[in-house]
């Protein structure tokens, strides 16, 4: 669980490119708008996590694979936004699988590095959310996931600390944990997109 399938990682960098550039075709930004909210919403919680681990230079500025797919989100979104538009519903799929994926992974990383139970699981949420929050700063608005109430960066910390504690249990093996929570974390995203879930608000 340390490390993530190419093929993976380089798919969430592409939908968390697109998210960016959809964002900022929709506030009319240019074409270095565009690029630059694909990049951060792409690449940023890969970077924050590695940069809190001070593992080295983040694996996002160690492969140019991984800018040059945001590139290409970019460029789609910013000439194809109405098509990627269409296939929401396959991007929502990917996507709800991603969370997952990058949640135990920055979780994963954390305990191996030797961070405790509950720093390590939230190290897992912020990898998994914080490019998008990071998007949605640079575009001027209060981060989507505080704003809509979305079950995502929730689902994403119950699946993290479901890791966390199979993790420190050894009641399983690591590579279980791991395919259990992405597994829980993947069905409640979808599950909370189709019966539109939310998170609890505060009363007025």
Request: hydrophobic residues 60%; proline residues 3%.
């Amino acid at each position: 669980m340390n490390t993530v399938p190419p093929l993976v990682d380089i798919t969430a960098v592409l939908v968390g490119g697109l998210t960016g550039s959809l964002l900022a075709v929709r506030k009319q930004f240019d074409l270095v708008g565009v690029a630059s909210l694909a990049i951060v919403a792409g690449l940023g919680g890969g970077i924050i996590r590695d940069v809190l681990l001070q593992h080295g230079p983040p694996a996002a500025l160690q492969d140019s694979r991984y800018l040059v797919v945001a590139l290409v989100a970019a460029l789609v979104g910013f000439t194809r936004s109405t098509d990627v538009v269409r296939i929401s519903r396959v991007l929502t799929v990917v996507d709800a699988l991603n969370l997952g994926i990058f949640t135990i992974v920055g979780a994963a990383k954390a305990l191996n590095a030797g961070i405790a139970s509950v720093p390590a699981a939230f190290l897992g949420i912020v990898t998994a959310v914080g490019g998008g929050i990071l998007r949605d700063v640079l575009a001027g608005e209060a981060p989507a996931l505080f704003r809509t109430g979305e079950l995502y960066a929730m689902v994403s910390g119950l699946g993290s600390a479901l890791f966390v504690a199979l993790w420190e249990s050894a009641l399983v093996s690591r590579t279980v944990a791991g395919v259990a929570a992405i597994s829980v974390m993947f069905v409640l995203r979808l599950l909370a997109v189709r019966f539109g879930w939310t998170a609890p608000k505060a009363l007025a």
